[in-house]
């Protein structure tokens, strides 16, 4: 662990911006929306049927997105486990994105689901049934929800201590101390519980059985789950922060994001050697060189990881921070690809039945990348969230 603390502030300014406006309004609109389908019921809502259950509002929301926030775990395992200290000035952006993604994924998933208000019977324990991987799955995330915001109040225990006086101030020195106390235990949980529901939700595709596309109905499918949650998160880290460094003038990290991007590429190459080292072993190696729609779509996502995972640790390429961005981006696209090949479009319900998302699916589910985006931005104007310097830093070419 490093021996220095970073010098951390809010942002501050005015929340009520432009850019905040459209974001508020476009959320209003996919709460009409939800206020519609509540009204009306999903089918009229959705483009769902009988073959298709499950759609953007899970697949989108829950299975790509809670992915992509898991930018946390993986940097606590870092920081945490492996004792790679020099990231920490990165943990507070990364728990505050999976907070973010995490809470406005289990908010969609109620529009999913028909009836949301019995939700509070997941703590009924004599109720469960313990043979579910959805329950697992439903249970780690509901407490790990928990876990991550606790994490998330120590940023704002520590605004609330600066300030004169006030109740805030009284609850901040008292729950202080407490919560330090309590930390590393709470750290362990938020590290066992990630583990658990992404894995698990590998283990659920795999209940498919033969209407998995062979592509991808493996019983490695919990492990790559659990590595894509990897990369997923740490490209996630990277482009936040560096777009937090370009819009508030805080400074680029830039050696540590470097640091944090090759790590991000070797885990790229083990997940792709897994994966097409899977497929010749089961003799899958004729489907995925088809050029059928699953055989695109599979090739799509390898093309897509393996030119960012070399790109990042080319000299040409991962050396530059505009490079390093779009590579991230280019990660988030490819690991998104697998996670709605194992989830969506690689399954096959029958030839009668086709599913893509309506317009309403679409509207409702960006509405709630727009509350998390909001609730960034509130963060982080806020609370101490961000890395702060005398000098800040822009995004420029090395070149």
Not at 135 to 163: D, G, N, R, T
């Amino acid at each position: 662990m490093s021996g220095h603390r970073e010098h951390v502030a809010p942002v501050g300014g005015p929340i009520w911006t432009p850019t905040f406006k459209i974001l508020t309004a476009f959320f209003i609109l996919s709460m009409l929306l939800v206020a519609w389908r509540f009204a009306v019921g999903i089918g009229p809502a959705s483009a769902l049927n009988d073959g298709y259950p499950w759609g953007a509002w899970k697949v989108v929301n829950v299975v790509v997105l809670t992915a992509l926030g898991s930018g946390g775990y993986a940097m606590a395992l870092l920081v945490y486990v492996l004792n790679r200290g020099h990231y920490h000035p990165l943990v507070r952006t990364a728990i505050l994105t999976s907070a973010l993604g995490y809470t406005t994924g289990v908010v969609a998933l109620g529009v999913d689901i028909g009836r949301p208000w019995n939700f509070w019977r997941i703590a009924i324990i004599s109720e469960w049934n313990i043979h579910s991987v959805l329950l697992e799955i439903a249970v780690c995330i509901s407490i790990y929800l928990v876990f991550l915001w606790i994490e998330m109040s120590m940023p704002m225990l520590e605004h609330w201590k600066k300030q004169p006086h006030g109740l805030l101030k009284e609850i901040s020195i008292r729950a202080t101390p407490v919560l330090e106390k309590w930390f590393p235990w709470i750290v362990a949980s938020a590290l066992l519980l990630p583990t658990m529901h992404q894995s698990s939700l590998g283990s659920l595709f795999l209940l498919a059985g033969p209407r998995l596309h062979e592509l991808w109905l493996t019983p490695f499918l919990p492990l790559l789950f659990l590595v894509s949650c990897y990369f997923l998160g740490y490209a996630a880290v990277v482009i936040v922060s560096m777009l937090s460094s370009v819009i508030y003038q805080r400074p680029l990290e830039f050696a540590m994001l470097r640091r944090l991007s090759r790590t991000m590429a070797y885990i790229l190459i083990s997940f792709l050697v897994l994966r097409w080292v899977d497929v010749a072993v089961r003799g899958h190696l004729l489907a995925a060189l088809a050029f059928d729609r699953f055989s695109m779509f599979f090739l799509l996502e390898t093309g897509l990881l393996l030119g960012s995972a070399l790109g990042l640790l080319s000299r040409r390429y991962g050396q530059r921070p505009d490079s390093v961005f779009r590579l991230a981006m280019l990660i988030v696209l490819g690991g998104s690809v697998y996670r709605l090949g194992a989830s969506l479009v690689g399954f096959m319900p029958g030839d009668n039945w086709a599913y893509f998302p309506s317009i309403p699916e679409m509207v409702i589910s960006l509405g709630f990348v727009a509350l998390a985006v909001m609730g960034y931005i509130v963060m982080v104007k806020r609370f101490p969230i961000l890395t702060a310097h005398p000098e800040p830093v822009r995004i420029a070419n090395d070149h």
